[in-house]
């Protein structure tokens, strides 16, 4: 994505040499991730002056497409499952070119000496008729819950003690939506939220890769795994909320796409994006009343002053390095301190030279899912949470040109994979011959599906949660910035006292991913931050 | 024959200066202090609190907390963690501080001293250094060491105790003005004294490596044995303290981290030390709930009460008519002042009504038989004892 510098803006050289920049901005967005945009474009359509900084060349962050080889593109999210209808329509995404994905991706679970179990537009094949039948029944529960839930990732979550108005309506909605799908479905709801997520699929289903495909949404992203108690329903739930239901799609021109009809909208709003402008230090003003944001340093020296900064980079990031522990509270420091934000989603790219061909699998058009057990990936989990990466990894493989054939050179294609676990710090710390050990593992785990693969590659690429972290600057290389998880979720999300958007420094908020609803390419939290400082 | 004690490491720890202590507590009236064996009182307590307000007498404070914070952001940690301006504390000087929790609530009360520009000590009632090295988290350059049991520590309170300091041969001790530090040449060591302590009167404390305390003991009190130089315990210290309005943990303040109900610990504003809390600083932790607290107004106000009759009012109500019906504080501390020659106590009283009439009903006891009586509280502004001779420099008669 190409990158529009602000020319219009009048510098004056001072005596110490450093920048100082005189105009004044409503608004800075640190970090240029989609949610950046989105509430950057938000603010600007309010009539605010608002600049976005990003770090690298390019906005989009994770969405953000890379030539990862000559001719050969990809990003990090290589498919969109329940990007905002609401952020769509209000920054009139169209019209800027954003094409949503016209056919949700078949979600393919593989098999080897066994069908395929392929899950498109509401049917489910490969699987007996008895799964068949209990997956309608769940289904069904499914998206009642995923209903109940829907309205509220799109609201800030109230604070706890507060008396306030719009608070109270806040938690009255939750109880009431609850109660109006019935005593049955809101015990059943209650019951479910926080089960593991093997639990959950043991009731269901026999068949052990249709259990691992349907739980991966539930997992993928996280430090977690089937028998992990915590979140993983929610996850699910989160995932599935949007008209999407949780099928996941790839928009006309990729992920990119979007990215590029986010940054178009943010411009033709008025904002100004400038890249290659990393952020150093957020500056603070102090007066008797204690401190308050007022503007940013970038690494240059140069320094930008605004009524108002708003971060769209993680919690961490944002407090302990461009805030600073000096200027916050020790409890809350302690508290960001402790955010677990550890990403365990490594990425494999591949360059391919022809179409691989999945044995068994007519088409390689879905998101093909490598999990044939419960277990799988459990066992891929363990490894990774002690500090070393597994040994049969799982993980979750699309070929983004086969929708898109601008994605690589004309007859070639590019397999993008999300590969688990993989963790951030491995045991001994990560070289190259590491990194070259889980990639090989996961492309002979590939080959096992499809046995020409190696034969295709003309180049491959692994990205580390350690890589991830370093290229995307987004602590731990996590996904969401930090786990979604029910300690870090909704009004404790990233903790309290930073989750309504506002942080403890007056003029500073948070808009990105460890913020509610969380991650993944929504634009939730980037629209419900927006609606906050414009409150 | 020797046996293995099974109590190893559970016993508690002695004081460098113990082998002395312990032919003088001739009542073996012996407590504990953060693991230390600790006179509560040598001989008799009130004999002890008029060595302190006579003459002079050495009280054991090596139990005390002590922690060396060195590096290049010593400074910053601490001027985060405290309410005070710590960059205003001159080299060899120390200051009282507080510090709270992100809420506000007091955490403890201490003494920071600096001793160069990036190494500091910070002394403290009760074992700080989980909070520290939350406070430390983040700071590029700070190192926290516990030197409690590096450091024997002995304070020397009273009239008499700049003139045995002298006598004992650390000349120009009496340039040193309230909260300075001066450091002496001591047996190939350097002894450490400050003009600090916990009585409200003139007096040092003294630190030394603990493989000096026990000659630091026999030269002071050699020096000191033609002004009186005596042990004083736990009670005559908290006689002291009470006289000079100075507060103590667990009687006038309950320790933030180690409170369980809502609001059972206290802010700076309620225990009248808001005079510590600097809002001159830009930041430091709690600062924003100390504003508000400060804005709204305090729900209690700790309160100097003179009472009338000679009954310590301990434990007492306060209240706001002579009928008692209308509770408006508590008393935190009370004694019978025989330097003021006064009934005195510390109250917290809601902040509101402070300029009411007030009413303490005291109970007590006369030959196993229950009594109470009603007696009428004049609050006063200024500590109870303050003589001039705790601030003068040179100290009078020194």
């Known amino acids: 994505m190409p990158c529009w510098r602000t020319m219009a803006s009048v510098r004056h050289k001072k005596n110490n040499g450093r920048y100082k920049n005189l105009d004044r901005y409503d608004s800075i967005i640190i970090g240029g991730g989609h949610n950046g945009l989105v509430c950057a474009t938000y603010l600007a359509k309010s009539g605010q002056r608002v600049l976005l900084l990003e770090a690298s060349e390019s906005v989009g962050g994770l969405g953000a497409s890379r030539e990862f080889h000559p001719g050969f593109h990809a990003s990090i999210a290589h498919s969109v499952s329940h990007f905002s209808k609401r952020v769509t329509d209000d920054l009139n995404l169209r019209s800027h070119a954003y094409v949503p994905g016209a056919n949700p991706l078949p979600t393919v679970g593989l098999g080897i000496d066994r069908e395929h179990i392929i899950f498109d537009q509401g049917t489910l094949r490969g699987v007996s008729a008895d799964d068949a039948e209990s997956f309608k029944n769940y289904s069904r529960l499914m998206h009642r819950l995923a209903d109940v839930l829907h309205p509220f990732w799109l609201k800030t979550m109230p604070r706890i003690g507060s008396s306030n108005f719009t608070d109270l309506m806040t938690f009255g909605h939750l109880g009431l939506n609850l109660r109006r799908i019935g005593k049955k479905d809101m015990l059943e709801f209650l019951r479910v939220a926080s089960l593991p997520a093997r639990d959950l699929m043991d009731e269901y289903f026999d068949d052990e890769t249709l259990k691992a495909t349907l739980s991966w949404d539930g997992l993928i992203g996280a430090k977690m795994a089937p028998r992990s108690p915590n979140s993983a329903v929610l996850a699910m739930l989160y995932r599935m909320a949007e008209i999407s239901r949780g099928e996941h799609s790839i928009p006309g021109g990729g992920v990119n796409g979007l990215i590029t009809a986010l940054s178009q909208a943010a411009v033709a709003a008025g904002a100004t994006i400038r890249c290659a402008a990393p952020v150093e230090r957020i500056r603070l003003a102090a007066s008797s009343d204690g401190l308050q944001a007022n503007g940013v340093q970038l690494t240059d ?172 600057r987004v602590t731990g ?43 993944d390419i929504t634009g939730a939290p980037g629209h419900n931050a927006a609606r906050e400082i414009l409150r | 024959m020797t046996t293995t004690d099974p109590y190893a490491g559970e016993r508690l720890k002695l004081s460098p200066f113990y082998p002395r202590q312990e032919v003088l507590n001739i009542r073996e009236a012996w407590s504990a202090w953060n693991g230390y064996k600790f006179a509560e009182y040598y001989y008799d ?81 009760s074992p700080c250094t989980a909070w520290l090295a939350k406070s430390a988290f983040g700071f590029d350059d700070v190192t926290i060491t516990d030197v409690t049991d590096d450091l024997a520590a002995l304070s020397l309170q009273g009239p008499t105790s700049c003139a045995v300091l002298k006598n004992m041969g650390l000349h120009g001790i009496d340039t040193a003005k309230p909260f300075n530090i001066m450091h002496f040449p001591f047996h190939g060591e350097s002894l450490m004294v400050s003009r600090t302590g916990f009585t409200g009167d003139l007096g040092y404390e003294l630190w030394i490596p603990p493989e000096l305390g026990l000659k630091l003991w026999d030269e002071l009190y050699a020096a000191g044995e033609d002004y009186g130089i005596q042990p004083y315990g736990e009670a005559a210290t908290n006689m002291a303290r009470l006289e000079a309005a100075f507060i103590m943990p667990a009687m006038e303040f309950n320790e933030a981290l180690r409170t369980v109900n809502f609001e059972h610990d206290q802010t700076p504003f309620e225990l009248s030390l808001g005079w510590l809390v600097d809002f001159d600083k830009p930041h430091f932790s709690g600062r924003s709930a100390l504003l508000k607290e400060k804005q709204r107004g305090p729900k209690y106000t700790l309160t100097k009460l003179d009472i009338e009759g000679n009954r310590p ?77 705790a601030r003068a420099t040179p100290p009078p008669d020194c």
Request: charged content about 25%; aromatic content about 10%; hydrophobic content about 40%.
């Open chain 2, 313 to 389: 009012a301990e434990g007492s109500y306060i209240y706001g008519n002579k009928q008692c019906t209308k509770e408006i504080g508590y008393v935190t501390s009370a004694m019978w002042s025989p330097a003021v020659k006064a009934n005195i106590a510390l109250a917290m009283i809601m902040t509101d009504q402070l300029d009411n009439k007030m009413w303490a009903e005291i109970y007590y006891e006369k030959e196993l038989r229950q009594y109470s009586r009603i007696a009428a509280c004049t609050r006063k502004k200024k500590p109870f004892w303050a003589p001039s001779r």
């Open chain 1, 477 to 519: 290389g996590h996904w969401h910035h930090t786990e979604f998880a029910m300690d870090q979720m909704l009004m404790m999300r990233p903790t309290y006292e930073a989750a309504q958007y506002s942080t403890p420094i007056p003029g500073l908020y948070l808009c990105g991913a460890g913020s509610h609803p969380g991650g």
């Open chain 2, 45 to 125: 307590a009130e004999y002890e609190y008029f060595c302190v307000r006579n003459q002079c007498a050495t009280y054991d404070i090596t139990p005390m907390q002590k922690y060396e914070i060195r590096g290049r952001d010593a400074e910053v940690m601490l001027n985060r963690m405290v309410t005070r301006d710590v960059t205003k504390i001159g080299i060899d000087k120390v200051a009282y501080c507080v510090w709270c929790t992100d809420e506000g609530r007091m955490i403890d009360d201490g003494t920071i001293f600096k001793l160069a520009d990036d190494r500091f000590m910070l002394t403290c009632g």
């Open chain 1, 301 to 472: 020296g140069e320094i930008i002053a605004a009524d108002r900064i708003v971060s769209a980079t993680d919690p961490q990031r944002t407090f302990l390095n461009l805030v600073g522990v000096e200027n916050l509270d020790i409890g809350f420091t302690n508290r960001i301190r402790r955010l677990r934000c550890s990403g365990y989603v490594a990425k494999l790219h591949l360059a391919l030279n022809s179409l691989p061909e999945f044995t068994g699998l007519a088409q390689a058009n879905g998101r093909m899912i490598i999990a044939p057990k419960m277990d799988s990936i459990e066992f891929a989990y363990d490894a990774a949470k002690y500090g070393e990466s597994a040994e049969n990894p799982v993980m979750e493989i699309v070929l983004p040109s086969v929708h898109d054939a601008s994605l690589a050179p004309a007859g070639q294609h590019v397999l993008s994979a999300h590969v688990m676990y993989v963790p951030h710090e491995l045991k001994g710390g990560w070289t190259d011959a590491a990194r070259e050990r889980i990639c090989e593992s996961s492309i002979d785990t590939i080959a096992r599906y499809a046995p020409g693969i190696r034969e295709q590659i003309i180049h491959q690429e692994f990205l580390t949660p350690a890589d991830l972290e370093r290229c995307y």
